[in-house]
């Protein structure tokens, strides 16, 4: 079975341009969420979509966005880049678990390496 | 509010000791813990959950976790280290209480196993 996908791999954008990441998860699952991961610390909570509505932001600019499509999908957008948005940004899926009442742990993406010049 | 601690950057072990990778908690309630592994330019891979039940739990590649309540920690470890452990650790804790699938980060351990 795919794991999750991300797309692009690697991205170069300037100051003050906008990006666009992409993110299939796992089939069957219908949590996505959006992590960032800077240089030497540990991921940061982004985002989470279930069934196409927002369920959790972390504390992030009104600059970064996000929706899901029908099929699960994902995409995540930032606004008027700074340099301080250069990171590894990883895109998890999961799914509910109705016996649990509990989401299932996070399968992760590879990440796209935005570099910021 | 939710936090994790892991107080070593970096761990070293020869192959074939045990290694131990440590992590305390901080949270409100019933904690929701998990460890992943980092390889260099990849994602996060899944090892094991503590959400309730046995104080031992037993994960991918042969690591297991030892939760503690009394002392808010949650130590990853492996009877016997092998070069291919050699990666980058997390620990975390599911925010929120659960209601989202967000998921709090320690700041990650550098596991490195010498042969």
């Known amino acids: 079975d795919a794991g999750v996908t991300q797309s692009p791999t690697h991205l170069i954008k300037t100051r003050g341009q906008h990006v666009t990441l992409r993110c299939s998860p796992i089939?069957?699952?219908?949590?996505v969420s959006w992590y960032q991961q800077v240089l030497g610390q540990g991921p940061q909570f982004i985002f989470q979509?279930?069934?196409?509505?927002?369920?959790g932001r972390g504390n992030f600019p009104d600059r970064f966005s996000a929706r899901q499509f029908p099929n699960y999908s994902s995409e995540l957008n930032v606004n008027a880049l700074l340099l301080g948005d250069s990171a590894l940004y990883l895109c998890?899926?999961?799914?509910?678990?109705?016996?649990?009442?509990?989401?299932?742990?996070?399968?992760f993406g590879d990440g796209t390496r935005l570099s910021i010049l | 509010a939710q936090s994790v601690a892991q107080p070593e950057d970096q761990v070293n072990v020869a192959e074939g000791n045990p290694l131990t990778v440590k992590c305390t908690y901080s949270?409100?309630?019933?904690?929701?813990l998990f460890w992943y592994v980092q390889y260099p330019n990849r994602g996060l891979q899944f090892l094991l959950k503590?959400?309730?039940?046995?104080?031992l739990v037993k994960g991918s590649y042969g690591f297991e976790a030892e939760f503690n309540k009394s002392q808010t920690s949650f130590h990853l470890k492996k009877p016997s280290a092998l070069v291919s452990d050699s990666a980058l650790y997390f620990c975390?804790?599911?925010?929120?209480?659960?209601?989202?699938?967000?998921?709090?980060f320690g700041t990650g351990t550098l596991l490195a196993v010498q042969p």
């Open positions: 975390a804790v599911r925010g929120d209480g659960g209601a989202t699938n967000k998921l709090i």
């Open positions: 949270v409100s309630g019933n904690p929701y």
């Open positions: 503590y959400i309730t039940g046995d104080n």
């Open positions: 089939s069957g699952h219908k949590s």
């Open positions: 998890a899926s999961s799914w509910f678990s109705l016996r649990d009442r509990a989401y299932q742990p996070q399968h």
């Open positions: 979509y279930y069934e196409k509505e927002e369920r």
